[in-house]
């Protein structure tokens, strides 16, 4: 323990004596839209503009957790709440005094070309589709004669998207056959590697750009994105809902997911603007049901409750 403490206040010297002018942010791609916006609007109040990397939730949550000091982030986004092993991460290397910040909700968009028809999944043909433990369709139509009757090809988020832990959480668990429940949870997430789940990286706008150029495939992306290419793209339907603002909010919507990120408060005071970045992204302004990142395509929580709790 008193190893431990000495570690941590040599750590509190060095950011000290080192200290950055500008706030460090990475995670999530999907609140990585709503967090540079913001980040513009601290920028005109009298500090320098935070800079944030596009790494995905997971990835975030790497670099967030090794540790304090100047050569840490101050903060990361992410699209699903901190893990067990990741807070254990965290603790283990100092970073002891977490913020969550929920900022809203979103809602998962699976995608194709604007030039086809709409169409309706439900979670299980979405899991027949995509999963390493079912029947490994090679059309879409091989699971329904009404679907298209053309290869099952989807790009999906990478491994360290919070987008793929939510459609793991919300689609392939929920649409997974019950033989393999039974046998071992772990197996419904499993994702086919024969070319029909292709790994997009953590860019949604090339998600999009390839749907466009292969108008036969489909993608996983959040809701913003979709919002923001409506003119290029349409939503398939799950389970008779379509993906709105409003369903997200009301929770009709079967793929919706809150938005969040966490703050390394040990920094506070010692990276400037850390508290202003805070107080602007939670602020009505910002999130309210007429603030600016609604327009964007953060979708409000129907109930707010204290937007930041203390991780334990």
Not at 54 to 69: D, Q
Not at 114 to 126: H, S, V, Y
């Amino acid at each position: 323990m008193r190893l431990l403490l000495i570690v941590l206040m040599m750590s509190l010297m060095t950011i000290t004596a080192q200290a950055r002018e500008q706030i460090s942010i990475v995670g999530s791609s999907t609140v990585f839209p709503f967090a540079t916006v913001v980040a513009e609007k601290v920028g005109k109040k009298g500090i320098k503009t935070p800079v944030i990397e596009s790494t995905g939730t997971g990835g975030g949550m790497k670099l967030f957790c090794k540790g304090i000091g100047v050569n840490t982030p101050d903060m990361t986004n992410a699209s699903r709440a901190i893990k067990t092993k990741e807070k254990e991460l965290c603790f283990k290397n100092g970073v002891t005094d977490i913020s969550q910040v929920i900022v809203g909700l979103d809602g998962i968009a699976i995608i194709r070309s604007l030039k086809n028809e709409p169409i309706n999944f439900t979670q299980q043909q979405l899991w027949e589709a995509l999963s390493e433990k079912g029947s490994k369709p090679e059309k879409w139509s091989d699971i329904d004669p009404s679907l298209p009757n053309i290869k099952i090809q989807v790009l999906v988020p990478p491994p360290t998207s919070g987008t793929r832990d939510a459609f793991n959480e919300l689609v392939m668990a929920k649409g997974c056959a019950k033989e393999v429940k039974e046998a071992n949870k772990k197996d419904c997430t499993l994702l086919r590697e024969d070319g029909a789940a292709i790994e997009a990286g953590e860019n949604d706008t090339l998600i999009i750009n390839k749907i466009v150029g292969e108008p036969n495939n489909f993608g996983i992306l959040g809701f913003s994105y979709y919002e923001a290419n409506k003119d290029k793209i349409r939503a398939v339907t799950i389970n008779g809902k379509s993906i709105s603002k409003q369903s997200i909010q009301d929770g009709s919507y079967p793929i919706s997911r809150p938005l969040y990120f966490y703050v390394k408060n040990q920094h506070k005071g010692v990276i400037p603007g850390i508290d202003k970045y805070i107080k602007e992204f939670t602020s009505k302004r910002a999130i309210s049901n007429r603030g600016y990142l609604t327009d964007l395509g953060l979708v409000p929580l129907a109930n707010p409750q204290e937007a930041i709790t203390q991780v334990k």
